[in-house]
């Protein structure tokens, strides 16, 4: 289905340099539930990445409440505001310095801006996005808008295509607006939901984070906490993907094991810094998307693939994700995790992608050796051995109904489509094992 929605404000940090790579994660969390699930996202700030993603189950949360009366006001009163901002541009086109700065100064008289209705309100928020130093929200410690006014001869404040299908959007019975803490939303999830999580980002222990996004602050402590509460919704089943600087203290926080048996899959790349007013000026920064995901089962048909990660010369191809395409013939980020899962689910790789003491140990085998040692060890992981068991000593093969039924008894949350499909794996599994075995 097209989609021809896109944000309505610019926002600081916002995902749409990356919200390709975003996606790509995503499909790939899909095959594994179904495409049936809830996309969370508890700090949607302009909501790039659910906007593209053009899902049927959305929850989206804010602590900012001038912003989630936006998302609000245009679901229930687009029309409304279209015209409030269409009065807006034509006094401010009129007197630009005068009618921005008295708009601006609206919230420095709580009792007078309280008084103000939700609609005042959206289209304020919406026109200083569009009209304020590079569309920078930023407010002072008392919660009041302090950006400057920006170099715009005739700013744009909308597009009415964009805002009657997002309105469209919004008020589907499926989709959730809220402005609470992000830890309400997060506990939300259910298993199989998906949590794109952008908190404001870490600029390291001199800074302690980008405090000015909020009048409540985000520092690094918080950090720690938002990853307590992720690691709970991984543990319940959920999907989760954190995109944020760099840095080092955010790097070590998600390669710690913690007392869950979580993958946590980071991958860093560039992009554009754009909050200045001067493009000679922007810089290229350092980011990561941090991928989290319970341990399910493994999609990875091909056995020798899965062997010739184990066997690889240079254990750090394992954190290449480029290398890993060429070494295994596959084209996507979704593939190789097919792989890397399988690696997982054996416990043969850290959630640091380095191997663990077993897969050391078949590293040191000769080939034939390891092939006959790996069939052995499969067997020992369920549904493997049941199904193993009851095809030799019984001399059937079963269906792909009776593989299902048994894999069904291990994963519960597994839809029965999902269960079909890992079928072909627990029989191309299964059938490496005899014939290792049989030898």
Known sequence: ???????????????????????????????????????????VGGGAVFIALNHNDVIINDINTELINAYEVIRDEPDKLMKKLDIYKKEFLEDRHHFYYNLRGLDRDSKTYNEKTALEKAARTIFLNKTCFNGLYR?????????????????SMYKKENIEALSKYFNKDTFKIFNKDYSEII?????????????????????????????????????ILLKETLDE????????????????RVINLFREDSKYKIIYNIEKFKTNRNINSKGNERKTGLEV????????????????????????????????????????????????????????FLELLSLDNE??????????????????????????????KTIYYIETNENKKMTNIELSYHLGKHYKSLSQTTLERRSSTIRKWIEFCKSKLSN
């Open 233 to 248: 919704a991984i543990h319940k089943g959920a999907f989760v993907i954190i995109s944020n600087n760099a840095t080092d």
């Open 355 to 384: 191997y663990t003491e077993k897969a050391i140990e078949f590293r040191k085998m000769k080939r034939i050796m390891f092939e006959y040692e790996f069939a052995k060890y499969i067997l020992t992981f369920e549904p493997f």
């Open 187 to 223: 506990k939300m999830a259910k298993s199989n939901d998906i949590i794109y999580v952008d908190p404001p980002y870490d600029y390291g222990p001199e800074n302690d984070g980008f405090t000015q996004y909020q009048k409540e602050g985000f520092v690094f402590d918080d950090f």
């Open 289 to 344: 998307l941090i991928i989290g995901k319970p341990i399910t089962f493994p999609q990875a048909n091909d056995v020798d693939k899965v062997m010739s990660l184990i066997r690889l010369r240079n254990p750090k191809i394992l954190k290449d994700n480029s290398e890993l395409e060429r070494i295994l013939r596959v084209s996507t980020y979704r593939q190789i995790q097919y792989y890397t899962t399988a690696l997982r």
């Open 139 to 155: 407010v002072n410690l008392k919660g009041q808008f302090n950006t400057p006014m920006g170099r715009y001869k005739n700013p």
């Open 1 to 43: 289905m097209k989609n021809n929605m896109n944000p309505f404000v610019k926002w600081a940090g916002g995902k749409r340099q990356i919200v390709d790579k975003i996606l790509e994660i995503i499909h790939s969390f899909e095959d594994e539930i179904d495409n049936k699930y809830t996309f969370i996202e508890p700090f």
